[in-house]
Nanobody, 115 residues
């Protein structure tokens, strides 16, 4: 059974940076497509960024140029480097692992951008 544990969230001022991490366990990490999603209060969960097993990346238009997804297949971790944060980035960020008909979610980590 795949388990995902996010970390690295917190409170940051506008213009600041954070790096989220998602630790993967329970299966072969390298064959999964990994992603970050977020859900703001009163809104639906939305895609932030994904990275395939072949390191192809995809980003929501709202985060292009500011957020970067990467993966470490040796240590089974996926990262989300977040720069130039704005209050609109405030949300709970969820890690996702997907393969064929399977999808797994972490418990989420809160990111709050506020002065």
């Amino acid at each position: 059974q795949v388990q995902l544990v996010e970390s690295g969230g917190g409170l940051v001022q506008p213009g600041g940076s954070l790096r989220l991490s998602c630790a993967f366990s329970g299966s072969i990490f390298s064959i999964y497509a990994m992603g970050w999603y977020r859900q703001a209060p009163g809104k639906q969960r939305e895609l932030v960024a994904t990275i395939t097993s072949g390191d192809m990346t995809n980003y929501a238009d709202s985060v292009k140029g500011r957020l970067t997804i990467s993966r470490d297949n040796t240590n089974k971790i996926v990262y989300l480097q977040m720069n130039s944060l704005t209050p609109d980035d405030t949300a709970v960020y969820y890690c996702n692992a997907a393969r064929v008909n399977f999808a797994y979610w972490g418990q989420g980590t809160q990111v709050t951008v506020s002065s």
